[in-house]
T-cell receptor, first 111, second 114 residues
Framework: SQTIHQWPATLVQPVGSPLSLECTVE??????LYWYRQAAGRGLQLLFY??????ISSEVPQNLSASRPQDRQFILSSKKLLLSDSGFYLC??????????FGSGTRLTVV | QQQVKQSPQSLIVQKGGISIINCAYE??????FPWYQQFPGKGPALLIA?????SEKKEGRFTISFNKSAKQFSLHIMDSQPGDSATYFC?????????????FGSGTQLTVLP
């Protein structure tokens, strides 16, 4: 069966520090991968998606970047965090005609 | 045209009552309409989904009603329970496009009172 792993679960980082969040999917190949951000009590904002290794599409201009170094690995990064980067970050995968499967999320607090 | 409009933003229902959440879309290219349930601190989980060739789908206490001509779909939770208290997102997916992206509604926070 397919599983998605996302870590860390929580993270507190100072303003200006770098960020690296990792997401891996098991049990499938060539999935579509997504990074979403959710502000407190708000909806899901699509940040990046990827249809293959090295292929990244950005949905909104921001302080973040994404990379897909391996087929089932998706990384969200920042060189210098801003206070506004705080939020709940969700990784998700999909394939073919299926819906999305989300990871358990990372709660990022920038202080 | 990519928007999915969801209402209400919040909903309070008594235990045993019916919870109804509505969504409307513009893009006729959408071909898959899932609903997700999210508990605090967790990722959204697929609850139930429908394709536009049927008007209703039922799974236990959860029913999706789909009106293709009106471009609307709704989630009905029968006999609502306190454990159903969560945020619910409707979504719609384009039939074309390599990434098969979902467009999400803004979410409805459901509270079921004991």
């Amino acid at each position: 069966s397919q599983t998605i792993h996302q870590w860390p679960a929580t993270l507190v980082q100072p303003v200006g520090s770098p960020l690296s969040l990792e997401c891996t999917v098991e049990g499938t190949s060539n999935p579509n991968l997504y990074w979403y951000r959710q502000a407190a009590g708000r909806g899901l904002q699509l940040l990046f998606y990827s249809v293959g290794i090295g292929q990244i599409s950005s949905e909104v201009p921001q302080n973040l970047s994404a990379s897909r170094p391996q087929d089932r690995q998706f990384i969200l990064s920042s060189k210098k965090l801003l206070l506004s980067d705080s939020g709940f970050y969700l990784c998700a995968w999909s394939k073919n005609r299926d819906g999305y499967t989300f990871g358990s999320g990372t709660r990022l607090t920038v202080v | 045209q990519q928007q999915v409009k969801q209402s209400p933003q919040s909903l309070i229902v008594q235990k045993g009552g019916i919870s109804i959440i509505n969504c409307a879309y513009e893009n006729t290219a959408f071909d898959y309409f899932p609903w997700y349930q999210q508990f605090p601190g967790k990722g959204p989980a697929l609850l139930i989904a429908i394709r536009p060739d049927v008007s209703e789908k039922k799974e236990g206490r959860f029913t999706i009603s789909f009106n293709k001509s009106a471009k609307q779909f709704s989630l009905h939770i029968m006999d609502s329970q306190p454990g159903d208290s969560a945020t619910y997102f409707c979504a719609a997916r384009r039939s074309s496009g390599s990434a098969r992206q979902l467009t999400f509604g803004s979410g409805t926070q459901l509270t079921v009172l004991p």
